[in-house]
């Protein structure tokens, strides 16, 4: 159902996916095991790429000084879906979802859409995109040039 204004009333309407959306969802990318992760869509076309969230730096990025500067600092106080301060981990991207299965996974349950990386910290990561050592500049200007 529609109104004049064409707006989905439907009460199974799914809001648009957006760029700097955080979504909950399993992982198999993860290492050393898979397991449900914070994602980060930064892409969606050609293909949906995700940062994670990560709840504390590993060791082998603290030893690597370019990764270790493509990590940005995600307060709990500004993100309520986190239990305590955790990092945007943005050395690299991950796919693992099509738009239509994590429209899939929003209907069924089995992706949560958690919230947005606030405008601050949208602001430090989209710097950190723009000198990172590890993406290819085409990732980087896709990235930048859909998550505005």
């Known amino acids: 159902m529609t109104s004049d204004h064409n707006i989905d009333l439907s009460p199974c309407a799914i809001p648009p996916i957006r ?8 992982s198999r990318a993860t290492r050393p095991d898979p397991k449900h992760k914070f994602h ?4 969606i076309e050609p293909r949906p790429l995700f940062f994670f969230i990560n709840s504390e730096i590993h060791p082998y990025v603290q030893a ?4 270790l500067r493509q990590q940005v600092r995600l307060p709990v106080r500004t993100h309520g879906f986190l239990r305590y301060d955790s990092y945007l981990d943005c050395h690299e991207t ?28 949208h602001s430090e ?10 993406l290819t500049r085409r990732e980087i200007n896709s990235i930048l040039d859909q998550w505005k």
């Open 19 to 26: 760029p700097g959306e955080v979504f909950f969802a399993f």
């Open 40 to 43: 980060v869509l930064v892409q």
């Open 64 to 67: 690597d000084d370019a990764l």
């Open 94 to 121: 991950i796919g693992g979802f099509s738009a239509s299965e994590l429209e899939d996974g929003l209907t069924d349950g089995s992706v949560t859409r958690v919230g947005v990386i606030d405008h601050v910290q």
């Open 125 to 134: 990561a989209r710097i950190v995109i723009e000198e990172s050592e590890t």
